[in-house]
């Protein structure tokens, strides 16, 4: 399968702890980017790299989230001392592109489901 | 704020028939708009997009229409198919790499 792969599928965890994401994405593809989604919204801009370098977050990013792509491959998405309103699907895209073009298609994977008990 | 809009959560049409899903916009800066659809389970899949410059885009069955002094765009499915049931997001994207996506709505195409 070369798509988008994200692991874990499915994470549930205790308030205050930290649990990381990670995303390999479709190998020729140097943008990745991070999207939140909540039941009954769409997918929510979090966070974009273009190789390795973050180029882009949002505001909905709080301190508590890190992500990386220490070598322009996989990326790692953690968040620290969860809360209840981080329940969500964080799923990953990926993209070919080169400047600040237009994104065209995203490819996403299957995303990776956040319980916060 | 919702800067993108989709007001029907739910459509149904029969088989064979035409669908309509529609989609606004308040963002003046959108220059491109894409159409994504969702099984359960899965991630989102591209499946048509249309640039600022023009009014409309044909990809097979599915078609989109811009309409640019509305806000407004839509997508039209020619034949609907019972296969194309799945959850529809329109998105926007102007001024960054970002693409803001509306709440989706969830087409059932009955047999």
Known sequence: ?117 | DQQVKQNSPSLSVQEGRISILNCDYTNSMFDYFLWYKKYPAEGPTFLISISSIKDKNEDGRFTVFLNKSAKHLSLHIVPSQPGDSAVYFCAAQGGSEKLVFGKGTKLTVNP
């Open chain 1, 1 to 117: 399968d070369t798509g988008v792969s994200q692991n874990p599928r499915h994470k549930i965890t205790k308030r205050g702890q930290n649990v990381t994401f990670r995303c390999d994405p479709i190998s020729e593809h140097n943008r990745l980017y991070w999207y939140r989604q909540t039941l009954g919204q769409g997918p929510e801009f979090l966070t974009y790299f273009q190789n390795e370098a973050q180029l882009e977050k949002s505001r909905l990013l709080s301190d508590r989230f890190s992500a990386e792509r220490p070598k322009g491959s996989f990326s790692t998405l953690e968040i620290q001392r969860t809360e209840q309103g981080d329940s969500a699907m964080y799923l990953c895209a990926s993209s070919l592109g080169a400047g600040l073009a237009i994104t065209g298609e995203l490819f996403f994977g299957e995303g990776s489901r956040l319980t916060v008990l």
